[in-house]
């Protein structure tokens, strides 16, 4: 980030110089290329993490207090970390006080400290800028109290903070990436294992490119958890119905779903059936882009999506315009809703001689229609979260 000196000198501005241990940290966004809402039903994603990212600057203090300040939004906060409790005004903290009271309660002994930050990741826009933020705060923790916390555990701690301080029954997709992301690859993940294989994106005749509907929807947290709830109810049905045990709707097979869906009272059987449907085709589309088989890897997005759309019910009007205008358009071999839905950003994927073309179209089309001008971000795959630099 350009203004990386910059946040330094207002680091020294804000904070006097305690003389400790001081850092700067960064973790990044993510896209979801495959694989949504089947992370916390123990599956399979194949996220990346994106080229935009948090970056946070710290200095440990000689007290308990924690100060932060937001650069972005200009505003501050300060709590001390024998009294962590989530906030009602500036909710923005509790992911970063949920982080530190997790690192807490897994037995870790911190020291206070000073933080700045600033994001280019937008807002409530799908890209996990929530869980970026997270997982810098837990870099920063860590390191500023020369903890050795492995990407994965502090992934799950990350998780749990949102799970147990922001109360957002999330999966795991989102942090694990944030922290282990690779440059030039998506990680087809085991949300069962939490084991995870690079899977290589690099080809340069194809491109992802991210179109934001701006649509923010509020009841995001809401319908998410009901859904989460619905799968725990499938697979709890499926329990009963099937010899072998059944701990997640991970462990359904599609003829199995065919077999007992009649059992299932509706929206339980739509629910499942994008579950079970959207395993088989993260584990297909890992295997079509390791043959390098772009085209098969469009047709699984675009079936993803129809799957959100009919039977999971997480998508919008404005997503199913971005979906259907982009497939429209010349030199588009997928695209579909990322992320939790309700709104946020759709991912496409393009050959890359069409994307000039393609992000004027869409700005244009997508204004026609809805009266709002999409952000478009063109990204390849980034690296996870990264200390920059540490005295
Ligand atoms: C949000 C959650 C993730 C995942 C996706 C949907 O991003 O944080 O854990 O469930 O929604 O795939």
Known sequence: MQDF????MIFKDKFADTGLTKGAFSAPGRVNLIGEH??????????????KEVIMLG???NDRRVRVFD???NTEIDFSLD???????NTWANYLMGVVDEIQKAEYILQGANLIFKSNIPRKAGLSSSAALEVVTALAIAELNSLKIEPVKMARLCQQAENNFVGVACGIMDQYVSCLGQKNYALFIDCRSNNYEPVPFKDHNYQIVICNSEIQRSLVNSEYNKRREECRIAGELFNH???SEILALRDVTIDEFKQYQEYLPEPIARRARHVISENYRVQTGVQALREENFSAFGELMVESHRSLKNDYEVSC??????????LKQEGVLGARMTGAGFGGCTVNLLKRDYVDVFEKRIK?????TTGITPDIYITRPAGGAKVLKFR
């Open 364 to 368: 244009k089309e997508y204004k026609k």
């Open 317 to 326: 009007a404005e997503l199913d315009l971005l979906v259907d205008l982009a």
């Open 38 to 51: 089947t992370d916390y039903n123990d599956g399979f994603v194949l996220p990346m993490a994106i080229e």
């Open 83 to 89: 009294k962590l409790i989530p906030l009602r005004k």
């Open 241 to 243: 119905k099937l010899t």
């Open 5 to 8: 000196n910059k946040l330094w």
């Open 71 to 73: 650069f972005g939004y």
């Open 59 to 61: 200095q440990l203090r």
